[in-house]
């Protein structure tokens, strides 16, 4: 995609509203702040759906192949899986992430963090889904936390890149790997908080669960 290194160095998380106004004045140029203009772009013109809850039915298992009785296609199958980089070019006709994709693109090559019942990450070339379960009450806040946590992912990215330059960093985003990093811990620390206070969980009881989370993932003695 296009854009200078600053653009590709830029991670945006919009919620399903957030996307569709970013859509609105990057895509179809249009002013978000004009109500006429975006009630007329609801009615002419296509708009992403909100939810990414139906991506859950394009998900494959890794015990799941393709059957070998089909001739079909002779083409390379794909399958879509969570955790996991795609690139965009082999999945256009999932429409959830055609459109990431293409505001992506539209911004100049920034990674755009979808957010939904299914994460998408995206820079316009690669994408990685993440549905890892979290927490059933949704709390203000949340997305302070999940852009602190892709902050200090994507310096730490920085970090090894800048030590590393070799072929084993040739392919490695680090935009995508921050926000993958930011959307699995944030979807965890929010499953430990619901596990414990249930309906009453607030962001704060998120935080609290911070150590506990990073303890498990992270084991303060073990090898890495």
Request: negative net charge; charged residues 25%; contains cysteine.
């Amino acid at each position: 995609s296009g854009g200078n290194d600053s653009q590709h160095n830029i991670v945006l998380t919009p919620n399903a509203m957030e996307f569709r106004r970013l859509w609105i004045n990057h895509v179809l140029k249009k002013d978000v702040n004009a109500k006429a203009a975006v009630a007329q772009s609801n009615v002419d013109e296509y708009m992403p759906p909100f939810d990414t809850a139906d991506l859950y039915e394009k998900l494959t298992t890794v015990s799941e192949e393709k059957n070998d009785n089909d001739d079909s296609d002779k083409k390379l199958y794909t399958q879509l899986r969570c955790d996991e980089i795609f690139a965009v070019k082999d999945f256009t006709g999932i429409q959830h992430i055609k459109d990431t994709a293409t505001l992506a693109q539209t911004m100049g090559g920034v990674t755009v963090f979808r957010k939904g019942a299914v994460d998408i990450v995206c820079n316009g070339e690669k994408f990685i889904l993440i549905s890892k379960p979290c927490s059933l009450r949704r709390c203000g806040g949340q997305g302070d936390i999940l852009a602190g946590v892709i902050g200090l992912w994507l310096h730490w990215c920085r970090v090894y890149e800048a030590k590393n330059q070799s072929k084993e960093t040739e392919h490695f985003t680090s935009t995508i790997t921050a926000s993958f990093a930011g959307s699995y811990l944030m979807r965890s620390f929010a499953s430990a908080a619901f596990e414990k206070f249930q309906r009453s969980t607030l962001t704060s009881d998120m935080i609290e669960c911070i150590p506990v989370v990073l303890q498990r993932e992270f084991p303060i003695l073990s090898s890495l």
